[in-house]
């Protein structure tokens, strides 16, 4: 019976296979609508006007021509910050129903649809500015919801096409594309706005994104049992690997039971723990390379898309790796979970406090702040996909409850972090990666104490059906 069971896993391809095929174009999509909501933190450089509007004489033809192809707009610090964190609003209330919903309905029409409509608003932007902030606000607002589904709705595709050996390859390559669409905005953005203007950003993107929802919804399907294009050797053994973890129907959620199980309150901080040192390093860097290294935009901008680009490398190979030790039998599931969850808590937690006393050292700075990131990325074969662990029929609510745990962890380190800089400018970099490091190790020390890796009663089929 074990060789039964072993032939068919000889014949299916690995990489070049369907479901890798997939999950590449996932990660084509999370590449787009992170560049989408990305983009405008540079593009509001341009558009918004910060000097004198009675400019010299001389150049008022060369402005004029300019204003053209880069309108300027005198919008406010406090209405600049209300566009920019309104997409973050969308993303954070449609988190829990989108949870819910995709156990429920099409993954592929909830994706599709979303794709769609984050692409169609990047494309009505640069007119909203022309008609009113408000319009751009609605527009970032929606736009922000759309990117939440599809954020969150792809990882209830993982339930019926991840087999259990390839689960860390699968999801760290499709995810790692929200760590390349920033590196791509921080290095394309800048050119396309001095050459073409800053509309056409949104126009590229948006247009790129629509095409990409046309090849999704003629590529994907729900079921590998239903696509027409699939290998049947992989089809089989797909199916088969997750034949005792995937039922036909998901019924109502336990929500008791999830409050009181220690393995998700495990996961709900680890996100939070996650999300904390994610958007330090997302909002901050550009400001920390500034004050430390005193370089132009244009450097800092490439400066500050490296970590991005290492992280993304390191993300890729986190999947491979962990695959590795659960296909040879090196280390148990949890083994594997807890291992790449305490590097991704330790090492940024180590290499960021390091950094304030490197700030005479141009390439120790560099070097250190792409540690941060890259190693941080170590949680895609930990914590972050702990859910499909402990309960694959409700990966998809688990994974929404951990990302809004997240976002509010993000939330409050970018405030807090705010309030430190603002009243402390001598030592405030300090205490910021010392209170980082602080938040690293409280989160790992309980996530190592309560985390779990088998399937949870509650979500087993015999006692599922009772609730």
């Not at 709705?153 to 669409?181: C, D, H, N």
């Not at 247009?207 to 027409?228: N, Q, R, S």
Request: charged content about 10%; proline content about 5%.
């Amino acid at each position: 019976m074990q060789m039964d069971n072993q032939l068919p896993r000889k014949k299916v391809p690995g990489f070049c296979s369907f479901r890798y095929g997939l999950s590449f174009l996932v990660h084509c999509c999370n590449v787009i609508t992170t560049a989408q909501r990305a983009c405008l933190n540079l593009t509001m450089v341009v558009m918004v006007n910060s000097t004198d509007p009675h400019g010299l004489p001389n150049t008022s033809t060369k402005k004029l021509l300019d204003n053209i192809k880069n309108p300027v707009y005198n919008w406010s610090p406090d209405i600049q910050g209300i566009i920019l964190s309104s997409t973050f609003y969308g993303f954070v209330i449609i988190q829990v129903p989108v949870g819910y919903f995709s156990g429920i309905y099409s993954t592929k029409k909830m994706i599709g649809f979303a794709l769609c409509l984050s692409s169609v608003l990047s494309l009505l932007i640069p007119p909203a500015a022309g008609i009113g902030v408000a319009w751009v606000i609605v527009c970032r607002a929606v736009q922000g919801a759309a990117q939440g589904i599809v954020g969150t709705a792809q990882f209830e595709i993982y339930v019926k096409w991840a087999p259990p050996l390839e689960r860390g390859r699968l999801t760290s390559m499709s995810t790692s594309g929200f760590l390349l669409g920033p590196f791509i905005v921080l290095l394309v953005t800048g050119v396309i706005c001095e050459s073409l203007g800053w509309p056409m950003v949104f126009y590229i993107f948006g247009a790129c994104g629509c095409a990409l929802c046309l090849l999704w919804f003629i590529v994907f399907y729900d079921d590998p049992k239903d696509h027409p294009c699939i290998s049947i050797s992989e089809k089989e053994y797909i199916t088969s690997s997750l034949v005792q973890q995937v039922s036909s129907s998901r019924q109502s959620l336990p929500i008791k039971a999830m409050l009181k199980s220690l393995p998700v309150w495990a996961i709900s901080i680890g996100s939070f723990t996650f999300f904390w040192s994610h958007i330090i390093m997302t909002l901050y860097t550009p400001l920390f390379i500034n004050s430390t290294l005193r370089v132009n935009i244009k450097e800092n901008g490439f400066l500050s898309s490296l970590p991005y680009l290492f992280a993304w490398i390191c993300g890729n190979l986190v999947g491979q790796l962990s695959d590795f030790f659960l296909t040879r039998n090196i280390l148990s599931v949890i083994a594997v979970r807890k291992l790449f969850t305490a590097a991704g808590f330790l090492l940024p937690a180590i290499f960021g406090v390091c950094l304030p006393y490197l700030s005479s050292s141009f390439y120790g700075i560099v070097i250190f702040l792409i540690l941060v990131s890259a190693t941080g990325s170590f949680c895609l074969g930990g914590v972050l996909i702990n859910g499909l662990d402990i309960a694959p029929r409700y990966f998809g609510f688990i994974k929404a409850c951990s990302t809004l745990s997240g976002m509010l962890g993000g939330l409050i380190a970018s405030t807090l972090t705010g309030l430190i800089l603002r009243q402390d400018p001598e030592s405030a970099w300090f205490k910021t990666f010392i209170l980082m490091a602080a938040i690293n190790v409280t989160g790992l020390i309980f996530y190592l104490i309560v985390a779990k890796a088998e399937i949870q009663d509650w979500a087993k089929e015999r006692q599922h059906t009772r609730l």
